[in-house]
């Protein structure tokens, strides 16, 4: 009997262990097949987003085949716009004596250079257009004694302004001009006052609302009386010492200032001066140096001579 239960007991148990390993079987195969089934659901995803992605391709190409079309069509505009304000322009010269010429608001980006024909022009206004810069033509009328850019898209201080003897009004506020020619040691170790100090004629500047954090170099200019740079982030002059934009106020300023400057000047002056006496001193060390390798090369050739007489 007990026998026959072991026998019993381990014919359950080998029962047990086929139906346990059966289960695993099939659960491994259900787990294969869920892991396979997202194969399927991946392809037509892939599909899908190829699609979409396609389509998303065309729709970009279109659309930047449309954007180039329209600017091709506004350059044309603005070609033909320019060229007839051109043609109106370039027959002003015959107009011997005009004195005031206002030309604001009108889209300019250029200016043709017919202007110094005009040599009895004293006021030109040039605000409101979409000048990347002071046109040539307008620096060309040494008669000018007031300018205005004012509203315009000028980045940088105009150069060649000192042409303009005359020039006393100058307004270009509402730009986006960052600095202003500076002052001090230049790239060749000399010192410089900068473009502004040659302005000997302004006495009016306007910068306000530009993107100027030192103006102090404004203050160079000999004959200023008039200085407004509100609404720019100013850094220089210090907050404290902008109390007013009066000419008592820039005078005092400008005295105060052109003494540092002049100490600056002074300072720099010094430097150079060391620097060229270091200089100095190095070239005669050289010197010395090279003659006495000389006088040594030349002992060893008399010493050469006298040991071959020998």
Known sequence: GTEELSEGQGAGEESLRRALASQREGLVSVAFEEEEAPEGVQEEETEEARQMRETSEETER???????RLECERQERRRKEEEAACGILSSLWTIQDLTLLDLSCNKLRHL??????????????LSD???????????SVPSLTSLSVRANHIIDWPPGLSTLGALCTLDLSWNQIAKLPPYGVDDDGEWTYGALATLTSITHLDLSSNTLRDVRSALLMPSLSHLVFKGNPIVQPCPEEMTSTSKEWLNKTRDVFVCR????????DREKTAREEAEAVRREADNLRRIAEALKDFRSMDEEEVDDDD
């Open 129 to 139: 257009n979409f000048l990347l810069r002071v046109p040539q033509g307008a620096l």
């Open 112 to 125: 043709p250079a017919v202007l110094n024909r005009l040599p009895n022009l004293l006021e030109l206004n």
């Open 261 to 268: 400057v002049e100490e600056e000047k002074e300072e720099a």
């Open 62 to 68: 279109q659309r930047i085949l449309e954007e180039e």
